[in-house]
């Protein structure tokens, strides 16, 4: 068991520094400062947790995914295993901030997550997100190298992350330069329902949200995924279900990040009621 120190106030970081992740492509972004400040919380915290993946290079300089895991307080059952991730494109910065976020401010109201596992990989391709770039910096698209026998070790670490986990439910987090509406789209009618729906609601608030479902139809070239999903329901049984929250890029980005913090608690408030119905029918 981790030793608890409980340092004083001044002492802990600030939780309230926002990071200015730049706009547009080719925008050299820092990945310690993106993180420094959800890696320092670890330090004290009960709840929150830093276990980086492992170890892989680009030229001389080595990288490790980072990987944050909030451990809620126990519910009495089986915990509910969600996985978040960001950054996947490495030009969509605004999913990192907000996943940032959403950590810390879980980590200040554990009672929200009370009953969730919790793994968060806020940059899931860092020499994209360093140079601010869609792809990886040898040019590969990892949205498109996930499932398909990739060499990468980005895409062999999200894989191996969705298999041996065995997630109840995937998030991933996007942003788009061409739209204007915050959008939540998923695998099924149910899920938009149950899930998708409330969240477009909370997020409204601070954001206009789409109106109508966007459901994801199955990819071709018999990947046997859905489009611009990470999962692979080939691959993952049982399941989980996956939704991809995508935040309009021409918006303020602390109004994004807020709209996504709102729709990522929403959905952790909404789906274990959600299972509950489904294990009694």
């Known amino acids: 068991m981790r030793a608890v120190y409980n340092p004083k106030k001044s002492e802990q970081p600030s939780r309230t520094d926002r990071i200015d992740f730049g706009s547009g492509a080719h925008t050299t972004r820092s990945l310690d400062t ?8 670890c330090v004290y915290s009960d709840y929150l947790y830093y276990s980086p993946l492992g170890h892989f290079h680009y030229g001389s300089h ?3 995914l980072a990987r944050y895991i909030f451990l809620g307080p126990a519910a009495g059952d089986e915990p509910i295993k969600l996985g978040i991730f960001a950054a996947v494109s490495g030009d969509e910065p605004e999913g990192v901030q907000a996943l940032v976020e959403f950590l810390l401010r879980l980590d200040l109201e554990p009672a929200r997550g009370r009953g969730y596992q919790i793994f968060a990989y806020p940059v899931v391709n860092p020499t994209g997100f360093e140079d601010g770039t869609h792809t990886t910096r040898r040019g590969h698209d990892l949205l498109k190298e996930l499932w398909n026998g990739s060499r ?3 895409a062999y670490y999200v894989e191996r992350e969705l298999g041996v986990l065995q997630f109840h439910g995937i998030i991933h987090l996007r942003s788009n330069a061409e739209s204007n509406v915050l959008e939540a789209r998923v695998a099924s009618r149910v899920l938009h329902a ?3 729906e409330p969240a477009l609601k909370a997020a409204s608030k601070f954001l206009p949200a789409t109106k109508g479902e966007k459901i994801i139809p199955a990819a071709t070239a018999g990947r046997n995924r859905y489009e611009e999903g990470l999962g692979n329901p080939a691959e993952l049984k049982p399941a989980p279900f996956e939704i991809t929250l995508e935040t309009p890029r021409k918006a303020p980005p602390e109004l994004q990040a807020k709209a996504t913090v709102a729709a990522l608690n929403s959905i952790i408030e909404e789906y274990r009621p959600f299972l509950a119905a489904r294990q009694n029918i």
């Open 152 to 154: 990468q070790p980005e």
């Open 62 to 64: 080595p990288y490790r």
């Open 34 to 41: 993106a993180l420094q400040t959800l890696t320092s919380v």
């Open 194 to 196: 149950a899930l998708a």
